[in-house]
Structures are given as C-alpha cells and as structure tokens.
C-alpha cells in the first residue's frame, strides 16, 4: 500500500542535541512537507519542497533543517537552535504543491526533551 | 492574514444524534477547503476537498458543504466510531498558496 512512513514514533532530545526525524514516501509526490503541531494550535509550515534538491522555509523554520536528496525522502532535523521543540511532528506529501491537490499525512513523530 | 477559524472547539453527541461543525474563513481568493479527520496520537486522514461556493460532497455519515464565507461539516446519525479531531484548512488562489489550518474540532459520539 503507498503512503507515508514517519519514524521513529517517539523521540527524545537532550540538551545541545540535534535530532533527525526521517519521513519516507512511496506515493510518487512531487511535493513534501513538514509541519509542528501542538495543543490548542493549527498545525504551523516547517518547511517544504516542490522537488528534488529545492526547498523553501515555512512560518516556523528557525531552528529547523531539511534536505531533499531524493524524491521519496524529506528528513528533518531539529538542531540545538530550536529552544522549544516539544511537539508532535508532522509529515505530508502531495501531487503538486499549487492546485487543488490535497496534502496526505504520515502518522507522525512526538519529540519530547530529557 | 489568512484565518480559519473552526467551531466548536469540542462537541459532545449521543450515538443517533446528527450535528454540524463550522469553518469559517477569509482567505484573498479560495483554492481549495480541505477536511480532515484526526484520531489521537495519529497523522490527519483526508476527507474532503471544496472548490467553490455551493460544493457538496459525502462520505458515509459526512456531507460537506461550502460557502462563501465558511464550511459546514454535517454529521448524521454519528456513531462511537466517528469520535475524532475534526480539521479544517484553506489553501489561498494567490502567492505561496499554503494551507492555513483551524484548530479542530474535537467530536466525542457516546453509546
């Protein structure tokens, strides 16, 4: 079956530690995203790409890494920079970016700090 | 800025009961009105796309409209299994064309 696959589920950080949070997809998307998503907020943009090897910053990018070597595949770290990064991560993908395409969601990754 | 804006923030229902969550929006010019269903501790599945004023679509026990100005979730004769974190998000017809999403709405359907 196509779809997202986000890993780990869970993950925890220690202080002045980066952490990658790995997102894979086997829909054939152009398009990838990631998003934070915490209580009582809309899900927030991290970042996304419209292709391989481009990327663009979202509303909440400081603190936040991304690279796009690969169609299928849109890792996320978040580095030491990032002074909050309790949250519920969130990886999309879609046909395109513009148009009425819709964004379908992998199953997430819930960062915590030690 | 874009906001969409979802009510109730949490609707309580017995089995049996039919009711509408709303979203309201104000966006430049409409792309597309999405809904998704979020269940604890997982990814938002997708539901529906919107297009224009006066668009329905249904799924099982889901109807979808739109207007102008916001979106109506109807949900009729709910059962347990429709409990869940009810999303909406609009994508604007101009510049980066992001979704902007609501908060939810958090659907609890008892036996």
């Known amino acids: 079956d196509g779809g997202i696959t986000q890993s780990p589920k869970y993950l925890f950080r220690k202080e002045g530690q980066n952490v990658t949070l790995s997102c894979e997809q086997n829909?054939?998307?152009?398009?990838m995203y990631w998003y934070r998503q915490d209580p009582g907020q809309g899900l927030r943009l991290i970042y996304y790409?419209?292709?391989?090897?481009?990327?663009q910053k979202g509303d909440i990018a400081e603190g936040y890494s991304v690279s796009r070597e690969k169609k299928e595949s849109f890792p996320l770290t978040v580095t030491s920079a990032q002074k909050n990064p309790t949250a519920f991560y969130l990886c999309?993908?879609?046909?395109?970016?513009?148009?009425?395409?819709?964004?379908?969601f992998g199953d997430g990754t819930r960062l915590s700090i030690l | 800025e874009d906001q969409v804006t979802q009510s109730p923030e949490a609707l309580r229902l017995q089995e049996g009961e039919s009711s509408s969550l709303n979203c309201s929006y104000t966006v430049s010019g409409l792309r597309g009105l999405f809904w998704y269903r979020q269940d604890p501790g997982k990814g938002p599945e997708f539901l529906f796309t919107?297009?224009?004023a006066g668009e329905e679509k249904e799924k099982e026990r889901l109807k979808a409209t739109l207007t102008k100005k916001e979106s109506f979730l109807h949900i009729t004769a709910p059962k347990p299994e429709d409990s869940a974190t009810y999303l909406c998000?609009?994508?604007?017809?101009?510049?980066?064309?992001?979704?902007?999403f609501g908060t939810g709405t958090r659907l609890l359907v008892s036996p």
């Open positions: 829909l054939n998307h152009d398009a």
């Open positions: 790409s419209q292709i391989v090897n481009d990327f």
């Open positions: 998000a609009v994508k604007e017809n101009t510049g980066f064309q992001k979704l902007v």
């Open positions: 999309a993908s879609s046909i395109g970016h513009t148009g009425y395409q819709p964004q379908h």
């Open positions: 919107l297009y224009s």
